[in-house]
């Protein structure tokens, strides 16, 4: 499914007849789902790996006998992966090969402002930024993605977006499946033109086409034994509802920040965009030959949007792995620094069906130049983002911290959002209360809505810590 090489020029593409209709998207289950390389680092000194990527163009053949025109880390289509570890450095150098500006933001993690990706802080084409990730934080599983101004939406879409597994002792203790056994996926929608090209407009409501890494609503070969699967919404607007079709709840064991407290049993698993959830399927309670569809209820017509990936039990295997009853300690809710300030955040947009819908925060679009809350260093705060708009779901992602929803419409958070979080939905009308600490480093930093359409639109805001 990958390609590597330079983007075919437009007229190089395979050509439509004058009435064909829309690409034609494969049967369910017809294509193999791709498991993201992992990036070897160029060179690992001391306590530093270093990486060097070009942002490019390249191909990817997603729908059969056609060649998608994709924006790349490094070629890759679905993107890469890069492992880390808690205390010890990473360095990526990216050389922007696009003709626009880009900006790389590690969605999850605690950097300075300058290794941040804000979104004014882009680098040109032709030019080479480095970013330095001090890994100052526990495990989690984290990804990366452009952040430039007005373009995030459009640049995630047509596939900047990257995988960063961040591991750390604790979690390397416990006895989870690992290395094969542990695969990303990066579930999304997405929208394709006759030609077979990856269709883009902001807010649009036609993405039917579900992408499991990058593959159409593939298969995926699996051993009779337990997985660690990290999902992560990678859609600008999606919302995910998944279950398992055989009716077996998810076991989920991870949040944005890493491990639950306790495994949680799942009967259907929300992910808005940008959130990551790890569940782990033990495919040795079904015999060889069986096949389970991953299945959304989320919004959306099912027959176009309701399977999302099968898993095709191939094989036995042994499996020494387990879920561990407790996976980690917390601090309770009860227990958290107590908080100085509460603030009050909205979240609107227009609803009226204007054909430029703009986002708000507060009443007030993103503008660069304003600092709209500053806060101080090493303080706890409370935080109550509300959904104003009656039918558009949004959620609510800060840079730099991971949080605790401590309430979801007034009661306690529920134990998938228990753990420690960085994108939290907000459906129509709701608010959730959050609990923020600010510590890490001092700068400015956004939050936003990441709907990235929603955060494209202006629904975004800064922070700065002093
Ligand atoms: Cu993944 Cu500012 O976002
Ligand atoms: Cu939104």
Redesign the pocket.
């Known amino acids: 499914s990958l390609a590597g090489g330079e983007a075919h020029a437009a007229g190089a593409l395979p050509q439509a007849g004058p009435h064909r209709a829309p690409a034609p998207v494969p049967p369910a289950f017809s294509t193999a789902m791709p498991v993201p390389p992992v990036l070897r680092p160029l060179t690992s000194t001391g306590n530093v790996d270093f990486y060097e990527l070009t942002i490019r163009k390249a191909t990817a053949r997603i729908l059969p006998g056609i060649a998608t025109e994709v924006l790349t880390y490094d070629g890759h289509f679905p993107g890469p992966v890069i492992h880390a570890r808690s205390g010890r450095r990473v360095l990526v150098r990216h050389r922007n090969g696009l003709d626009m500006p880009v900006s790389v933001?590690l969605?999850?993690a605690s950097v300075p402002p300058s290794s941040d990706?804000n979104?004014m802080d882009v680098f040109g084409p032709g030019t080479s930024r480095t970013y330095v990730y001090t890994n100052r934080q526990p495990h989690a599983s984290l990804?990366f993605?452009d952040?430039s101004h007005h373009m995030?939406a459009e640049h995630?879409y047509r596939g900047l977006s990257g995988t960063y597994l961040l591991t750390d002792a604790l979690e390397q203790r416990l006895p989870l499946p690992k290395g094969r056994y542990d695969v990303p996926i990066t579930i999304r929608d997405a929208r394709f033109d006759e030609h077979g090209q990856l269709a883009y407009t902001m807010a649009d409501r036609n993405r039917t086409t579900i992408l499991a890494n990058g593959a159409p609503t593939p298969s995926f070969e699996v051993a009779a034994r337990k997985y660690r699967l990290r999902l992560l919404n990678g859609s600008n607007l999606r919302l995910f509802a998944l279950n398992l079709s055989d009716g077996t709840p998810l076991i989920q064991i991870a949040s944005d920040g890493g491990l639950l407290e306790r495994p949680v049993a799942v009967p259907v698993l929300t992910l808005s965009p940008?959130e990551r959830a790890d569940v782990v399927v033990d495919f040795s309670r079904h015999p060889v030959g069986t096949r389970l569809v991953l299945t959304n209820s989320g919004p959306g017509r099912p027959e176009q949007v309701g399977k999302v990936l099968r898993f095709d039990v191939v094989r036995t295997a042994d499996d020494p792995s387990r879920v561990p009853e407790v996976l980690r300690t917390l601090p309770p809710a009860s227990a958290l620094p107590a908080a100085a300030v509460t603030r009050h955040i909205e979240l609107s947009m227009d609803e009226d069906g204007r054909p430029d819908p703009r986002g708000f925060i507060n009443g007030q679009l993103y503008d660069p130049d304003r600092v709209d809350t500053t806060v101080a260093f090493g303080s706890s705060e409370i935080w109550n983002v509300t959904n104003t708009n009656k039918r558009v779901a949004h959620n609510f992602?800060l840079?730099l911290v991971q949080f605790r929803v401590l309430e979801r419409g007034g009661r306690p958070a529920g134990p998938t959002e228990a753990g420690l979080k960085?994108?939290v939905r907000v459906m129509p009308g709701e608010t959730v209360r959050l609990h923020v600490t600010f510590d890490g480093f001092r700068g400015e930093y956004?939050?936003?809505c990441?709907m990235?359409d929603h955060?494209a639109m202006g629904m975004?805001a800064t922070f700065r810590v002093r």
């Open positions: 933001h969605h999850g990706g979104p990804w993605h952040h995030e995630v940008g992602h840079h960085d994108t956004v939050y936003h990441h990235l955060s975004m």
